[in-house]
C-alpha cells in the first residue's frame, strides 16, 4: 500500500517573529517622543518647580541642569503648570513648610507627649486631649492647660495661618443648666481656647474661629474607654490662608 508523503502546509500571513519586530518598533518610536518631550521643556520654568522643593527634603541632591536642544513648536503647551497647578503647588509648600515648622518647634519644647500633629487635606492638624485641657464635662482651663496654651501660643505667633479651634466629645449624653447636650460643651471648650489666645496673648482675633462638632466626628468607636478619651480632644487646625471654610454648628469669630 502506498504511503502519503506528509507535505508541511506554508504559513499565511506574516511570520510570528513579526510581532515581537513591531512590538519593540513601537517601544522605541514611544521612546523616541518622550526623549523629544523631554527636550522641549522650558527650562527656567523647570528650575523653578524644582527649586520650589529644596529645603523640604525633597531633592535636596541638587538638580542638573536641562539644555533645551531645540525651540518649543508655537502651538506647544509652553506654561506646563496651569494658574491652579502653580497656585496649588505654592499651597502645598506652604502646608509642608509649616508642618516643619511646628515638628520642630514641638519637639524644642518637649511637646510631642501632649500635643500629635498631623498632615491633613485640611492643614496642620494640633491634636490635644481633653485630659490635658479639662475636667469632664467642664469648659474651664485647667492650670496645666494654661500653660501648654502659653507655649502654643508663641508658635502662633509666629505663622500668619488662619486658626480653627475645634471642640470634640464622646458620645456620652449631657445634661446640665450650663451644657445641654454636647454641642455646647464642645463648642464652648473651643471657644474658651480662642478666648485664651486672644486675652492672654494678644493674638489678632480675626485669625481664629472656635466650632463645636459634639459626639458627631469621632477619631473611633464609642466602645471602649480608652476609644472615648481618645474622641475628647480641641483640635488647632492651620490653614492655608484664606482658604478655611467654616464648619460645624455652632461659630464664635473675634470672640469676645
Same mark, same amino acid.
Given at each position: ?55 523640604? =527634603? ?12 531645540? *525651540?518649543? *513648536? ?8 496651569? *494658574? ?38 485640611? =492643614? ?12 469632664? =464635662? ?22 500668619? &495661618? ?78 492655608? &490662608? ?5 464648619? =460645624? ?6 470672640? *469676645?
Amino acid at each position: 500500500m502506498a504511503v502519503k508523503k506528509w507535505q508541511k502546509k506554508p504559513e499565511e500571513g506574516a511570520p510570528t517573529w513579526m510581532i515581537t519586530y513591531s512590538d519593540l518598533m513601537t517601544q522605541l518610536v514611544v521612546f523616541f517622543v518622550l526623549l523629544f518631550s523631554f527636550s522641549v521643556i522650558n527650562q527656567q520654568k523647570f528650575q523653578q518647580f524644582i527649586a520650589s522643593y529644596q529645603g523640604m =527634603g525633597i531633592l535636596d541632591g541638587g538638580v542638573s541642569p536641562i539644555v533645551e536642544t531645540e *525651540p518649543a *513648536p508655537s502651538n506647544y503647551p509652553e506654561n506646563l503648570q496651569t *494658574p491652579e497647578a502653580a497656585a496649588a503647588l505654592a499651597r502645598a509648600q506652604e502646608m509642608m513648610q509649616t508642618y516643619q515648622t511646628v515638628k520642630n518647634f514641638l519637639t524644642a519644647n518637649g511637646l510631642e507627649s501632649e500635643v500629635e500633629v498631623r498632615y491633613e487635606d485640611r =492643614g496642620i492638624a494640633l491634636d490635644i486631649k481633653e485630659r490635658i485641657l479639662f475636667d469632664s =464635662g467642664r469648659a474651664d482651663l485647667k492650670p496645666e492647660a494654661r500653660q501648654l496654651l502659653d507655649k502654643l501660643s508663641g508658635l502662633l505667633s509666629r505663622l500668619p &495661618n488662619e486658626v480653627k479651634v475645634e471642640g470634640y466629645t464622646d458620645n456620652r449624653p449631657i445634661h446640665t443648666v450650663q451644657f445641654p447636650t454636647n454641642w455646647e460643651l464642645s463648642t464652648a471648650r473651643a471657644a474658651r481656647v480662642v478666648r485664651y489666645f486672644i486675652e492672654e496673648h494678644h493674638l489678632q482675633p480675626d485669625r481664629f474661629m472656635a466650632i463645636g462638632y459634639g459626639e458627631y466626628h469621632p477619631l473611633y468607636p464609642n466602645d471602649s474607654p480608652e476609644h472615648m478619651a481618645e474622641n475628647r480632644r480641641v483640635v488647632l487646625l492651620l490653614g492655608v &490662608n484664606g482658604s478655611q471654610q467654616t464648619q =460645624g454648628k455652632e461659630v464664635y469669630k473675634n470672640a *469676645p
